[in-house]
């Protein structure tokens, strides 16, 4: 199939996979208010961990970068997770922090908290795979996982808000990535129309994004979840 016949099918298939954000079991208990604040400490500080490592993620793949155009979107993704540029709001990692303190936690407890099996094995595979696959495959991977972020932070933003009364500015960090991550999604089909040309790249892209999908959902896989 042409690449964009494969990145339609693709995201189809997203759609459908079973262990996709908008799906989980936290995010319906978050919507429904049946999450316990403990529970949403549990999950926040297993989830932080990634976002710290954000900035770091974001730079090394615009760094593996070899197509000139494409590396200046890449820049503005820096721009964007680091100082929150296009959203006009701030560092993705700062709005993080701002909603974990909302909910009683200190930076101490993000930035020394014990790691679960699942978020290790998160952190490690999105570094690994920036060094082992061609930047392209790595980019064109987001489509799973940037791609299916925004729905999920804006259910996550408004049943905090609906459910557990937080303020709109302390949830600043889901209703960002409902806007920015679309717009991530959008360079990562455009970076896989253009690159992923062949069946050994649709399917090395395949293989690796329902596998970072996958990583993605069991970090939520918290006690009780």
């Not at 964009?4 to 799906?23: G, S, T, W």
């Not at 155009?69 to 560092?91: F, M, N, P």
């Not at 978020?119 to 930047?135: C, F, G, Q």
């Not at 994004?209 to 009780?224: A, C, K, N, P, V």
Request: charged fraction near 25%; proline fraction near 4%.
């Amino acid at each position: 199939m042409t690449s964009a016949e494969f990145v339609q099918q693709l995201k189809k298939d997203i759609q459908a996979f079973p262990k996709i954000r908008i799906k989980h079991p936290f995010l319906k208990a978050v919507c429904a208010g049946t999450a316990t604040m403990d529970q949403i400490r549990a999950w926040a500080i297993q989830d932080y961990q990634f976002r710290a490592a954000v900035p770091r993620i974001v730079m090394l793949r615009y760094l593996a970068c070899t197509d000139p155009e494409i590396a200046r979107k890449l820049w503005g993704v820096v721009e964007e997770e680091t100082r929150g540029l296009d959203t006009g709001s701030a560092g993705h990692n700062e709005l993080a922090i701002r909603f974990a303190e909302s909910i009683g936690l200190t930076r101490q407890e993000l930035e020394n908290a014990e790691l679960r099996p699942s978020t290790a094995a998160h952190l490690y595979y999105v570094e690994l795979i920036i060094h082992t696959l061609p930047w392209f495959v790595v980019m064109s991977i987001q489509i799973g996982a940037e791609g299916t972020f925004g729905p999920a932070a804006a259910a996550l933003g408004h049943g905090f808000i609906k459910q557990y009364n937080m303020k709109p500015d302390d949830v600043r960090f889901f209703t960002v990535h409902s806007e920015a991550d679309e717009e991530h999604s959008s360079l990562a089909e455009e970076i896989a129309e253009r690159y992923i040309t062949s069946p050994q790249l649709q399917e090395l892209t395949r293989t690796h994004t329902f596998r970072r999908m996958e990583l993605l959902y069991d970090i939520w896989s918290i006690d009780g979840f």
